[in-house]
């Protein structure tokens, strides 16, 4: 018989390439950097969403470059821009076939509220049927409060609990169960000629 | 000009002479020749192309709705303006997708907005607003708001629409005749944000 091998506490590490963390932070972690976004873009601030992951704002530096047009493949749902009735059908449709986990940004003043259309015809706020994660002020707000409202939503995804949900897939999928509550990202930014500063999410 | 004046003279239904403001042509047409009148700009004048197909709603006054149609002639570069008046209690006019088939999507808008109906349209539903909605939405007496109105199963669940809230509005229009201005106030001044000023002050 060989003697039992210690591992943990009792063994001398002698390369620095082991991590001790919870599983739930590793999963997390892992999730929160490879954010695949569904562009769901519906008016001008699909536009903005398009600049937020060109060259110059680079979405990339975030891990949610890969813009999936397909719902299987995507986690995040961006919904830029105004939502009419007859369009949020085909809204909640997509939504559902996305896989658990999945989050949800609101970005946008008509996407969060209806905006300035007050009418007949617009959903006043994608949150009457889906569950939102991260409401995005501005008309549109640029994509540094985008990228402000993706990481406000991964700080969101690192705070929670990857194994218990995966054990009951429908804990949070009660569809509007939010158990963290969703984030709002003001996204006022006035650029200034010759200001070289970015400020994000209205922070001074 | 006086090539397209000439033509117009013999157009079938019409009604008053044509109207010319800065060179645009209108002329009245009889709603029950407006097929006739189409097919004879379109085969006789060249005029091949359909541009829009508008329904207009002359809110308290009689005939109350209108029709019109911008057609364009690509080789005589002339644009001609056709208007058809609708009668509230007989909403029907000959669809023109015979003639123009671009004409189909243009008269399903206003048959959606509107309520006017065209008369042999090959799928006349509604284009904008979801199937089953009761309303004809860019009528004059209807709320900019909208109605409560029953959502159907196949949209986002079972459910009731609500009026949209007016409060901050933009654009809240009130239904009738009188200035734009006082049709369209373009700041929000709602009677509720009047008496948070008055008990403010």
Redesign the interface.
């Given at each position: 018989m060989s003697d039992p091998v210690v591992i943990g506490v009792d063994q001398k590490i002698e390369s620095r390439d082991l991590i001790v963390t919870r599983l739930d932070a590793a999963v997390d972690w892992c999730r929160k950097n490879s954010v695949w976004p569904m562009p769901m873009g519906l008016a001008c601030c699909a536009i903005e969403l398009m600049a937020a992951g060109a060259s110059r704002f680079d979405i990339a530096r975030f891990g949610a470059e890969v813009m999936r047009f397909s719902p299987r493949q995507s986690d995040l749902m961006i919904v830029a821009g105004t939502c009419v009735?007859?369009m949020?059908?085909v809204v909640?449709r997509v939504w559902d076939q996305m896989a658990e986990p999945k989050w949800c940004i609101a970005m946008g003043a008509c996407a969060s509220t209806?905006g300035?259309?007050?009418?007949?015809?617009?959903?006043?706020g994608v949150d009457?049927?889906l569950p939102v994660d991260v409401y995005i002020s501005g008309c549109p707000p640029r994509p540094e409060a985008l990228l402000e409202g993706l990481m406000a939503l991964q700080r969101k995804i690192q705070q929670e609990a990857a194994l218990k949900n995966m054990k009951r897939s429908d804990q949070r999928g009660g569809l509007y169960a939010m158990p963290q509550g969703p984030v709002i990202v003001r996204g006022e930014y006035a650029p200034q000629m010759g200001d070289r500063r970015l400020e994000i999410g209205g922070r001074k | 000009m006086t090539n397209l004046q000439s033509l117009i003279t013999n157009l079938p239904g019409r009604l008053g002479e044509p109207v010319e403001f800065r060179g645009e042509v209108t002329v009245m047409v009889d709603r029950a020749k407006i097929l006739d009148a189409c097919r004879y700009l379109k085969e006789q004048c060249g005029f091949d192309m359909l541009t829009d197909i508008a329904g207009v709603d002359n809110y308290g006054e009689d005939p109350r709705y209108a029709v019109v149609y911008h057609v364009y002639s690509l080789p005589h570069r002339c644009m001609v303006r056709l208007k058809v008046a609708v009668p509230e209690d007989d909403m029907v006019v000959d669809s023109v997708v015979s003639v123009w088939r671009t004409a189909d999507w243009h008269e399903r808008e206003a048959f959606d907005m509107f309520g006017i109906r065209f008369r042999n349209h090959p799928n006349l539903k509604r284009i904008l607003m979801w199937d089953g909605y009761p309303y004809h939405p860019l009528r004059k007496d209807f709320p900019l708001a909208g109605m409560e109105t029953e959502l159907p199963e196949t949209a986002v669940g079972a459910g009731r629409v609500e009026a949209a809230p007016m409060l901050g509005g933009p654009f809240v229009t009130t239904p009738g005749a009188g200035t734009a201005a006082r049709r369209e106030p373009r700041q929000a001044d709602t009677s509720a944000e009047r008496a948070d000023k008055k008990g403010a002050s």
């Open positions: 009735y007859k949020a059908g909640k209806g300035m259309y007050r009418s007949y015809a617009v959903v006043q009457r049927f | -």
